[in-house]
């Protein structure tokens, strides 16, 4: 079937342009929800590991769960806080401070501008104080910024806001809490990285979503999508491909079948606007379920090296292209 390639040397690179600039490798909390945004849960946490990063996010706890024993805190957003101590919960809602077991370790999350979830700055004061008098365990403050990958000050004004934020903490006498507001565009643009930690997601795995006017950080796609042949046959011109024959063949040519379709992930896209592959090589016609078709007779093909480039085709952003891939599809790495 399908498989994907994990490139190891890429994948290094990255978390050495981040570590740069977050100032250590000590301060970056890899991003692994959604299983590792499509590229493999626990293949990615074992890299991690390997490459020496301690702290990791992940959006459930049987994310962490299987991933527990590579890290020394893991950090999870939507989760029913517990007693562990390496994980740590997200604390979203006021509401949620009156059950929350007191031994849990929390983070509690402020909105400072985005309007997802988190509770709103005037209620920061009130929380402190419901936290305080239960006992709580406040191990961490947190924000998301909104628009730190557009070219605004709307990342200046929410980072003006959550330093309010850290002031109300202080005051109210809170310690031993680390602060941490910063994605992946928020760091890369970032000429003084303060805080305790940041959280690294689509740049870790190759992607660089600034706009160019921002000091370039290179970095390497880590996943490529691979597909191999099933079977081939030749069609004389005239002869129609697939559903609906939308690919009529000009010439006689060599068409083969390769195993990667919408069941696997792969986008449907339209036949008259073909993706063309990271080989260089249109699909003809319809995209079916488990199967797209190439001119040629090669055993394997790759389809897609780059994200960020198929995503353009698609009209949408690289994170959907790779955290839509199945779970199902083999994962190797390559050195």
């Given amino acids: 079937m399908a498989f994907i390639q994990i490139n190891k040397q890429n994948f290094f690179h990255n978390l050495n342009q981040l570590a740069l600039k977050a100032g250590s490798k000590d301060r970056l909390a890899v991003v692994l929800k959604d299983n590792a945004y499509g590229h ?41 806080p517990f007693r562990d101590e390496v994980f740590s919960f997200a604390l979203t809602d006021m509401a949620q401070l009156d059950w929350i077991d007191p031994a849990a370790q929390i983070e509690l999350k402020v909105d400072t501008g985005m309007h997802r979830n988190g509770i709103e700055m005037d209620q920061l004061s009130g929380a402190l104080t419901i936290i305080r008098d239960r006992g709580l365990r406040l191990v961490g403050v947190m924000t998301h910024y909104r ?23 202080r005051e109210a006498g809170f310690e031993n809490v ?24 689509i740049a870790i795995y190759g992607y660089n979503e600034l706009p160019g006017v921002y000091d370039p950080v290179e970095l390497r796609p ?20 697939g559903y609906g024959g939308e690919y009529r063949v000009p010439a006689a040519m ?29 699909i003809l016609g319809r995209v079916s379920m488990d199967f797209i078709s190439l001119e040629g007779d090669r055993e394997t093909v790759c389809v897609m090296r780059d994200a960020h480039r198929a995503a353009k ?14 779970p199902l599809i083999p994962r190797e790495v390559t050195p």
């Fill in 40 to 80: 493999g849960l626990t293949l990615m946490a074992q890299l991690a590991a390997e490459y020496g990063i301690t702290q990791a996010v992940v959006i459930s706890t049987e994310e962490a769960q299987e991933i527990k024993h590579y890290f020394e805190r893991i950090l999870i957003l939507n989760g029913e």
């Fill in 313 to 326: 085709h698609f009209g949408t952003i690289s994170y959907e292209m790779t955290t839509m891939l199945s």
């Fill in 178 to 201: 680390r602060f941490h507001s910063h994605n992946s565009a928020a760091l890369l643009r970032s000429k003084h990285f303060d805080e305790e930690m940041a959280r690294v997601g």
């Fill in 254 to 282: 060599k068409v083969s079948t390769y195993d990667l379709g919408y069941g696997d992930g792969w986008r449907r896209g339209e036949a008259h606007r073909p993706y063309v592959t990271a080989d260089g090589l249109p």
């Fill in 147 to 169: 628009s730190a990958d557009v070219l605004s000050s709307e990342w200046l004004w929410q980072q003006k806001n959550f330093a309010q934020v850290k002031r109300a903490v």
């Fill in 222 to 241: 880590v996943l490529s999508l691979h597909a191999r042949r099933t079977s081939t046959r030749r069609l004389e011109a005239g002869g129609r491909i």
